[in-house]
Nanobody, 129 residues
Framework: QLQLVESGGGLVQPGGSLRLSCAAS????????IGWFRQAPGKKREGVSC????????NYALSVEGRFTISRDIAKNTVYLQMNSLKPGDTAVYYC??????????????????????WGQGTQVTVSS
């Protein structure tokens, strides 16, 4: 059974850092693009970052570019989102999601949520003093 489990959320002061983890089971990341999304109360879900199935391509929302970094550890079958210089506006529930990619799509990823088939349960990130 394909499953994604996020962890690493919490309460952090503005300017602080957190690293989110997305542990995959039931499938291997080699054939899946992974995206990170977030949803704040009263707001629509927003794409944050993604990494292609061959890990050669990453994309970021303009709001997080330069502050967040997505990476992957194949041995641990886990994708990470390193979040630095956090702002109160980053407060949200963060989700990871997966979509299977054919070989010709190995270098493609998008932060549009509509294509993702599998979703984790989310982890809360709160940035507040």
């Amino acid at each position: 059974q394909l499953q994604l489990v996020e962890s690493g959320g919490g309460l952090v002061q503005p300017g602080g850092s957190l690293r989110l983890s997305c542990a995959a089971s039931g499938f291997t990341l080699d054939y899946y693009a992974i995206g990170w999304f977030r949803q704040a109360p009263g707001k629509k879900r927003e794409g944050v970052s993604c990494i292609s199935s061959n890990a050669e391509i990453t994309n970021y929302a303009l709001s997080v570019e330069g502050r967040f970094t997505i990476s992957r550890d194949i041995a641990k079958n886990t994708v990470y989102l390193q979040m630095n210089s956090l702002k109160p506006g980053d407060t949200a529930v963060y989700y990871c999601a997966a979509v299977q990619r054919d070989p010709y799509e190995a270098a493609v990823c998008t932060i549009g949520s509509g294509i993702y088939d599998y979703w984790g349960q989310g982890t809360q990130v709160t940035v507040s003093s």
